[in-house]
Structures are given as C-alpha cells and as structure tokens.
C-alpha cells in the first residue's frame, strides 16, 4: 500500500539539496557516544536504536522501530512531506511521514512505500528513574544521557498528557527515546521547559499506529499550523517591544489550531513576555486542560495569573506545582506571595512548611512578608 500520491512525494528540488547538503554537513563526522549511562548491554544498545532527523526547519532525534519504521514528533515534521534521517551506519536517507489523526505528538516515518510491520513492545511500568537517549547538536552525536528522577506519569484519558522528569531539554532532543534502567522504551521526548521534560508514553504507540493513514488532508491541515505557529514564536522573539498585530493574529489562530501541547505552551509564554497576559492566559490553560501534571505548563500559568494580579486563580495551581515539585524556588516564593495577597494563612503557612525543607536559607525573608501581609 502505497502512503502518498506522486505529487504528494515530490519535494522542491532546490530545497531538499539545500537540506541535504546541510545535513550532511552537520553530521557527517558524528560519532556515537558511549558515555556516563552506558553501563549495561541493554542501554548500550539503544546508541544504534537512534537516529538524527532533519527537516526544514530544525534538527532533531527519532527512534528506529524496525529496519523500515522511525517514530518521531509531529512538531518535528510539522507539514514536510519528506524528511532527511541520519541512520546508525551513517547513511543518509529519506523518509516519509504516515499521517495520524491521533492528537498527541507523534508521527511515524516510514522508509520504504510498503506499510512496515511492526511490533510494539511497550509496558505500563512508572519507574523513579529514567534515562534519554537523543541526538545532542552541541556534541555532534546520538548521546546517552544520566538518568533522572521522573516527576508525574499521564492519565490514561488525556491522550495529549505526558510523562514528566528531570531529564535534560537540549536542542535536538525532540524524538529521542526515553528508557528505563532495563533498556525498555517508556516515553518519546517530545518536549520541555527549564528544568523539566516531556514524553509521550510509548504505551500510546500501539493506538496511534493503528490510525496512520486517516484523514491526510486534516492530518497536513494541521502540520501546516504547527509550522506557521512556530514561524510566529520565532519571529516574535525579534519584535518584543512591539509585534505587530498581523504576528499576534498568526500566533493567536494558528498556535490554537496546531492543538499541540509544545506549541501551546511556547504560545503562552511568548504572549505572556510581550505583555498579552489574557492570551497567554487562555494558551496556558488550554495546555493544561490537555495535560493537568505538566510542572512546565503550571509554572507558566501560574507565573502569568501572577503578573496579572489573579491570586485566588493562582493558588490552585500553585498547589498542584508543590504537590509535583514542592522542591523548585520559584514556585515556593510564589507561593507565599499568592499566599499573603489572599490573605491565605493556611496556603502560607503549608509553603513556609516546604520551604523549611528544601530552602531553609529564604524562609526568614518570606516568613516576615507573609507575617506582614496577614497582620
């Protein structure tokens, strides 16, 4: 069965030498990186289970489920028609992206015009530690990365929620594999902010797999406005002081469209710097309608209902950030304020508590602000 027509398969020639030229450029010198998390065969293997992927737009990471099958993100992709992979034998090839009509971030790409087959072996396991396995650009290889405590793993009824932890965020990361200890696939890196990543659970794999080839046109509908969102936080970086209301449009309408948690989350947080706080608002909460235990999406919108003074919105979700992270500084800080400005003793006194634990040096400061505000 053949996945695209033939004008669906054509590339603009100048753009795919461009790419390719580029491509192998960037990796043609890569060498596989056995480092500090390679101790066992079963981790050390998945070295040549990864692969590096270049689009369009961005470089990234994507994991080889059989000799003709890669697994990536959507926001990768994004529309391209054909993408340029770096194979563990350093080969460069083309692949084609499978349309989904799944909602969450991922897309497989297939090597060869015949449907793969494929067997997922995927588990419902939550370990406390997980390890990455990416493409990292700063080191020019596929690299095994420390392990890391996880934070929070998805309800099975929100098909956009991920599994959260410590792990690294590096450009190129995006697609990695998310393992654990035993070498068993757990999640597909997808994306992240600070200090705390995203993956999507594997166990999803079986279930988007099953949809591939559904609904292409609503599938590049929907590509198409990942790019145009992501072209938009792009150049919004440029016009901080004042964008124009033709970009905030192309941010607003497309970034809402895309209902891509990795882009409703950059939306939310560019919006939110150039002072949009009821955009970044509705962005943030959107993303974390789609995934209630992402600590990236909370801390955003907290810190915007923050900025636009809705305390009493704020301490709920302050709540859930020291229930996920009761560690993070920032999040207690807020935490006390949100606190004293509701006049919330309680609330106070339960982040005063936490902060004794994990940042005695700034409770007298915070102790004192809290005291003054309730008196």
Known sequence: MKYFSNSQIIIKLKVFLISCIFFTFILSQQVFSQNESCLEEEICNWIKKVVAIKTPTMVASGILLSDDL???????????????VRMPDKKIVVAIPIPNDHPADIIF???????PKVEFKTNEFQPKEVIMVAFDIGRNSIRIFKPSKTLSFPDKNN?????HSYTRNLPGTS???LIDNKGNL?????????????????????????????????FYERGKSIRLCADGLEEIKEHQQSPSNLLIKKIQNNCDISNNKFMLDMAGQALGKVGLLNDAIYFLEKSTNLDPNSPTSLHSLAIALHLKKSYEREVPILKKLLEII?????????????????????FGDYAISLMKIHNPGAVSLAQDFLNNALN
């Not at 993100?73 to 391209?80: F, I």
């Not at 790409?109 to 449907?115: A, G, K, R, V």
């Not at 098909?159 to 599994?163: K, L, N, P, S």
């Open 70 to 84: 890669i697994v990536t993100n959507k926001h990768v992709t994004e529309d391209s028609e054909k993408v340029l």
């Open 109 to 115: 790409l297939s090597l060869s015009e015949i449907s």
């Open 159 to 163: 098909q956009q929620a991920r599994i």
């Open 175 to 177: 697609g990695g594999a």
């Open 326 to 346: 009761p560690e993070d500084p920032q999040v207690l800080r807020l935490a006390v304020q949100a606190a004293a400005f509701t006049k919330n003793k309680d």
């Open 186 to 218: 757990i999640g597909i890196i997808a994306s992240g902010g600070g200090q705390y990543n995203e993956a999507v659970p594997a166990i999803l794999l079986k279930d988007i797999y099953e949809l591939n080839n559904k609904k292409s046109k609503n």
